[in-house]
């Protein structure tokens, strides 16, 4: 079965593309078929990570051709089981992508069959992101532990939990709900999406009921990337510990990524990094990262998270 696993984060920056791409080359390298998808769109830039130049194919094509679906797309790379779709070239931004092209993206995706299909997906968090995060229940994101980053982080987390919201209650019920809980708190802000659930659960037990159990149903996974010596080895843990006491979605921390000036070089060297460095801490991080997510998918009785 494939599993699609969107990588996003509130934060620019954090290594969302690097990680895609070596995690990519990683779970290709056992023996797996994946396909990374650069969803980036405007600020692409996943083919350089992966040491290639001008994709001259990819998500533009199908997006004003007439393919029908987007394996069509699909460039291989240099490393056997792994293709890009790519979207340089894209005309489109991502805010300015019309409805019908995001739906359009959104089912051809949803209609890939490989072992893992990664999409690098741009920072922020305007619905078009949330819209490609929320593809999957298993949305990964990248967080640095610095507190700007941190902070984007929950921003980005309370954003993907309301539109899920959102999507599961419908825009008429969810805009009754908004103006139901801003009029109780006195504020135009909605400031934790938790108060918005507890209004559905009194107004309407079983819309509340509906929403409870979808939300339920998320997995979301992060990792702490640029991982320093100096950096808190419990942060991850304690992220994933208040995470999972304030909402009804499950958090796994997969582990920290560190910091490593070859990344750098790696990118101008026009080298992958797996390939260039592929025993480094930070590879071996990677690894480590890769092993969980092979793990989760491919043993049931590790699906469910368990929240600690
Ligand atoms: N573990 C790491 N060690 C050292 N440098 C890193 C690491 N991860 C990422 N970087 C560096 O950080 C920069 C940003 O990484 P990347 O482009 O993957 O971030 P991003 O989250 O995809 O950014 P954007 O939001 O702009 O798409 C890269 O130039 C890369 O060199
Ligand atoms: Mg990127």
Do not use: W
Request: hydrophobic content about 35%; glycine content about 6%; overall charge positive.
């Amino acid at each position: 079965m494939t599993q699609t696993c969107p990588i996003g984060g509130g934060k620019g920056g954090s290594g969302k593309s690097f990680i895609t791409s070596n995690l990519g080359v990683l779970l290709a390298k056992q023996g797996k078929r994946v396909v990374l998808v650069d969803l980036d769109l405007g600020g692409s830039n996943l083919h350089t990570f992966l040491s290639l130049k001008n994709p001259k194919l990819g998500l533009h094509d199908f997006l004003i051709k007439d393919y029908k679906t987007l394996d069509e797309v699909a460039i291989p790379t240099s490393i056997p089981n792994l293709s890009l779709i790519s979207s340089t070239n894209c005309s489109h931004e991502i805010g300015n992508l019309f409805h019908s092209q995001k739906l359009k993206i959104i089912r051809a995706i949803n209609k890939l069959s490989y072992d893992y299909v990664l999409l690098d997906l741009g920072a922020g968090t305007i619905f078009n992101i949330l819209d490609f995060f929320l593809i999957s229940n298993k949305g990964l994101f990248i967080i640095t532990p610095e507190p700007t980053s941190i902070e984007n982080t929950f921003q980005f987390i309370k954003a993907v939990y309301l539109r899920k919201i959102k999507q599961v209650l419908k825009q008429k019920a969810f805009n009754s709900f908004v103006k139901k809980l801003q009029a109780k708190t006195k504020n135009t802000l909605i400031r934790s999406p938790m108060e918005l659930v507890e209004i559905v659960q009194k107004q309407d037990p079983k819309k509340g009921k509906l929403l409870q159990t979808e939300l339920e149903k998320l997995q979301f996974r992060f990792i702490m990337n640029q991982f320093r010596k100096e950096t808190d080895v419990t942060m991850g843990n304690k992220i994933e510990k208040l995470c999972n006491k304030h909402f009804f979605a499950k958090f796994q921390f997969l582990g920290n990524i560190r910091y490593d000036e070859r990344v750098h070089d790696s990118i101008y060297s026009r080298n992958i990094y797996m390939n260039r460095y592929p025993y480094s801490i930070t590879a071996v991080d990677l690894q480590n990262v890769a092993g969980k997510i092979t793990e989760t998918h491919e043993d049931p009785a590790l699906k469910t998270v368990k929240s600690s």
